[in-house]
């Protein structure tokens, strides 16, 4: 089993900067693709971005392209993801996930899961 802890969420206003952290341990970390999804409030678990193994390779949803970033480093075991320019409908539950293989986009794809952390933009 691998755990999956995230931390880093919070309360900001619109403009805001927030960076999100994500601690694995149990499995070799580098074994693992990470990504990040998230879950706005009445709506389904979404695809947020994915970094390969090495972190090499990345990939977003288009919502995100040029606010946020994903990044990871496999010395600390951690995956991050950092979030500018952050709008109100960027407010979700944000979880980060491990798949072994290949990269992916889909929840389904993921075998491990955090417990979320709670993003809330609003002025």
């Known amino acids: 089993q691998m755990q999956l802890v995230e931390s880093g969420g919070g309360l900001v206003q619109p403009g805001d900067s927030l960076m999100l952290s994500c601690a694995a341990s149990g499995r070799p970390f580098s074994n693992y693709n990470m990504a990040w999804f998230r879950r706005a409030p009445g709506e389904e678990r979404m695809f947020v971005a994915v970094v390969s193994t090495n972190g090499s390779s990345t990939v977003y949803t288009n919502a995100v392209k040029g606010r946020f970033t994903i990044s990871r480093d496999n010395a600390k075991n951690t995956v991050y993801l950092q979030m500018n320019k952050l709008k109100p409908e960027d407010t979700a539950v944000y979880y980060c996930?491990?798949?072994?293989?290949?990269?992916?986009?889909?929840?389904?794809?993921?075998?491990?899961w955090g417990q979320g952390t709670q993003v809330t933009v609003s002025s």
């Open positions: 996930a491990a798949r072994a293989y290949n990269m992916a986009i889909v929840e389904g794809d993921f075998a491990y």
